[in-house]
């Protein structure tokens, strides 16, 4: 097998769940302040911010999910029914979200119940996503079936520990970061100072999340403690952690001193570093402990052929999603939209 095609396939996976963490968790992160805004002028101005790119977003998870799915399908056979809960779930509550979304606009008198549903359908999806994350950093029970290959071998439930729930709340309060900061960059009054003050215990909270999950990782598992903390390991891993508190410091500063792009930027790139130590961590497993990148690929031909088309079509995406935040830059005000 060419020893380097997993490898480029985990690149492009990796950065399609990082373009959907990012640019989904502020569309998410909207709808979970959706309950702290005071009327129904603001919330269509917080909507209109993201009207011409929600539905773009999501594009990114299904290359993703699609791509795991093509290149690695001996982890999707593992990973998908250890998940099942959490990622039906997710997919359910991305739906309502969505149907939402669209019916809100158009529902009179009153829009309360597709405000609950906006709402509702961003929270759980969040919290489903960190669900999906705990269950995955925490291991899956595998056994090697005679023939088969790896197959998953434990309970429904496994994914539900305090560990996913902790990676839960934490990805729920990073999205709900992501949506004030980009909330008080592209509006203006109530909606754009509510944010700003929002988006400060929310910093403090994510940080604690995410140093709470960063010291129980190492500590109850030996691998981890080992990619950390061993020499010369430490001396090299030590950036990210200490770019992290300079991202936080960043995002603070910014949102103490009114900048509008910066803290969203600082936002992303505490997102960004989280990533880069959770890929730290688990290389080379695509399911730890079990099967890394090489034991779970597919046949190159299938790599080299599917890679053919991610090699047109991954730029055309990309493009397409920078045309279409260049088209729709600037601030929405009360009272415009897209709609």
């Known amino acids: 097998m060419e020893w380097y095609l997993p490898l480029v396939w985990a690149w492009i996976i990796g950065a399609a769940v990082a373009m959907y963490v990012i640019l989904d968790g502020f569309d998410l992160g909207i709808g979970i302040l959706f309950p702290f805004t005071e009327n129904e002028r603001e919330r269509d101005q917080m909507m209109n911010t993201v009207a011409p790119f929600w539905d773009g977003n999501e594009t990114w998870l299904v290359l993703g999910g699609g791509g795991l799915w093509v290149a690695f399908p001996k982890a999707y056979a593992v990973i998908m029914p250890a998940l099942y809960l959490p990622v039906i779930v997710m997919l359910l509550a991305l739906i309502f979200r969505g149907v939402s979304f669209e019916f809100r606009w ?8 597709w405000n609950v549903a906006f709402a509702g359908g961003s929270i759980v999806a969040a919290f489903c996503q960190g669900l999906i994350l705990g269950g995955l950093i925490q291991g899956i029970d595998v056994q090697v079936q005679p023939g088969v290959g790896p197959q998953f071998a434990g309970g429904a439930l496994d994914w539900l520990t305090p560990f996913s729930l902790l990676c839960g709340v934490g990805v729920t309060l990073g999205y ?48 981890i403690w080992e990619r950390w903390f061993s020499l010369p390991n ?18 603070g500063r910014g949102l103490e001193e009114r900048r509008e792009i910066g803290p969203f930027a600082g936002s992303i790139a505490l997102f960004l570093l989280g990533f880069i130590g959770l890929a730290i961590s688990t290389y080379p497993y695509l399911v730890p402990s079990h099967i890394t990148f090489w034991d779970a690929a597919a046949a190159p031909e299938s790599q080299i052929f599917l890679g053919a088309g991610v090699i047109v079509l991954f730029p055309i995406i990309l493009g397409y999603t920078a045309f279409v935040y260049w088209i729709f830059r600037g601030k929405v005000r009360e009272g415009e939209g897209y709609h």
């Not at 430490?234 to 995002?251: E, I, M, N, R, S």
């Open 106 to 113: 158009v529902a009179k008198p009153s829009k309360g119940v």
């Open 176 to 223: 709900a970061l992501l949506g004030a900061t980009w909330l008080h960059m592209k509006t203006d009054g109530e909606v754009a100072e509510r944010s700003r003050r929002q988006a400060v215990p929310l910093l403090f909270a994510m940080l604690i999340a995410m140093g709470l999950v960063s010291l129980w990782t190492p500590l109850a598992i030996d691998r």
């Open 234 to 251: 430490v001396l090299f891993l030590a950036p990210v952690p200490l770019l992290t508190l300079a991202a936080a410091y960043y995002v």
